[in-house]
């Protein structure tokens, strides 16, 4: 028993010096260009298996699209990325050293991982600018926020923001008002204020209309490179437009991975999607 | 590319504090704000002592102490706008906080009666009366103004932490949390209405003499009392349109819409709900010492449920998440009882069950939303 702990430990060590670099303890580190490892991830409900030895690797800047039937397991898959569902086994990574399945929600969130749900949840009484101003990674203690004030550069930050997510022009609208494809655009800026590295959405362009759903595709791709963003989508005009890498999911574990095309003409992907 | 074309708001810079409390009123609010300051300092001073009795100009004594009291009601419906209005929960325990203030200011004023009382004796009447030979722990350091200042702010906070810290962070919710301020009010008063509590039973404090060392019935006394309620009732309401206006208060209205995004952007919701919560125990136990010397009385009476309900339809009546519709409900409701009162004694209650009813299915934004739809209506016309 103890030798093997004595192996293990001199394992470590001898890799730690290995590296070229010193890390703080929680700190991202992405020296090997992955932002994001999922290892035989496996997870069941009541023995139905949700997730079944799921392998994924997501590079950094990577724009990634998720697609598979209905109860392929792509939301519990963010799940476990997010830590709101433990798995039954297997190991999540992001970056090289921070275990996931070891941290909590907020833990993860602070860490880096920005997740943006199905439906959109904005405050709705608050204005566009206001929601911003509140998702911003500043200190969100009780005195911090009576005494806050908002300095220029983070003034500058939510306009341009704003700018990004088109909402400029509804700054000041209460967020009630907008449409439906702009509370998801203005929920996705949320999101960016938090600066995460990675982000995952699910399903984002539900419910928009095609003029919306591509230009929630142009934001995507101009966002990528700055962020990795793990996209979830059922939508195959949008995840073309995305252009980017095509993973499919099916009954828990990767069926096919590869440019849409490739994927498109696999024939397992089309007997999936075809039918049986 | 700059955001010098956003019409939202301008970031900062260093603006002296002056300016920045200057902003947080419009203007129409700030002259009204002076109007009514120049009013209860100036003119109902000047209009009771000075102008005599016959003079059809003269305040009498009963509007004075009428209106004073309504004000410290105004300053609790305030407090409560706070907590229902802008942070999403109704409390029905309010009239706990504003006895616990009251009784705590009623102590000094007991103390201040001396040997006047009808026993001649140190001891408040009530505790000769229960033959009792010293002072209650509790009661020691209340003949201290300072010490018994400090108490009108430390009791109500201290209860409304320790309670809303255990039912925030259980998550109690909704009505949940309406029904338990309701307990706890009720289970005070029953408690309150015990002797042997030190706390006067069922008559309370009463017969008061003095205050500071004046007269407490002088209309000297009166009129400083009445000016004092009214600055505090201003200071209120410029304190609470900073802090509604401040990302505390952006943060608040956001937990009151969507709690558990609130949480997923990062904040923990306890320390802004508890933070809301205190304060507006703190109001209520100011407005309870306020009221206790002018109206001449406290006794377990404020801490009945339907008082606390009674708190919560003044706000509803003005109109919630507006600060001054409070102020305008707890006026209206108030007027309209004590003219009740008089002429109607039996209907008063029907007739304030039938308010709530209207308010609540005609007028969802009280007072204050009807008189925005009609200059509204009055604007698409014109
Ligand atoms: N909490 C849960 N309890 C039981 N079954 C669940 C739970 N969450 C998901 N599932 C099941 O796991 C499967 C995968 O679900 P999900 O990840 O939501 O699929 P997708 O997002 O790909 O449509 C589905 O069959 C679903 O019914
Ligand atoms: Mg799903």
New interface residues.
Partial sequence: MNTLVEERKQEWEGETQGLAHMLKPGELDLSHGVILYLEDISVSFDGFKALNKLNLAINTGELRCIIGPNGAGKTTMMDVITGKTRPDSGTAFFGQTLDLTRMSE?QI??AGIGRKFQKP???????A??NL???MKTD???WA??L?????E???K???T??RIRL?KE??RPAGLLSHGQKQWLEIG?LLM?EPRLLLLDEPVAGMTDDETMRTAELFVSLAGQHSLVVVEHDMAFVEALGGKVTVLCEGSVLAEGDLATVQADPRVIEVYLGR | ???A?????????RVPVTLRLASCLERKAWISLGVFLALSLVAVPVLHLLVPPESAFHVSAYAITLIGKIMCYALVAVAMDLIWGYGGILSLGHGLFFALGGYAFGMYLMRGIGRDGSYGSDLPDFMVFLDWKELPWFWLGTDSFGWVALLVLAVPALVAFVFGYFAFRSRIKGVYFSIITQALTYAAMLLFFRNETGFGGNNGFTDFKRILGYDITAPATRVVLFGLTALVLAATLVGSAW?VK???G??L??I???ES??M?????PL??KL?IWVLSAVLCGIAGALYVPQVGIINPGEMSPANSIEIAIWVAVGGRASLIGPVIGAFTVNLAKSWFTVSFPEYWLFFLGLLFIVVTLYLPQGLVGLWKQLLARKGGTA
């Avoid at chain 1, 949840?121 to 204005?127: A, G, H, M, N």
């Avoid at chain 2, 074309?5 to 810079?13: E, H, K, N, V």
């Fill in positions: 907020p969130a602070h949840t904005v405050f709705e009484q608050l204005s600018f206001e101003e509140l998702a969100k203690g009780v926020s009576l806050a004030r908002l300095s220029r983070q003034g500058d939510i306009a341009a704003l700018e400029d700054a000041d949320m938090q | 590319m700059s955001s074309t956003l019409s939202a708001p301008a970031p900062a810079g802090l401040s990302k505390f952006r943060v209205a956001a009151r819409d969507a995004r609130v997923f952007i990062g904040y923990n320390g802004y933070a």
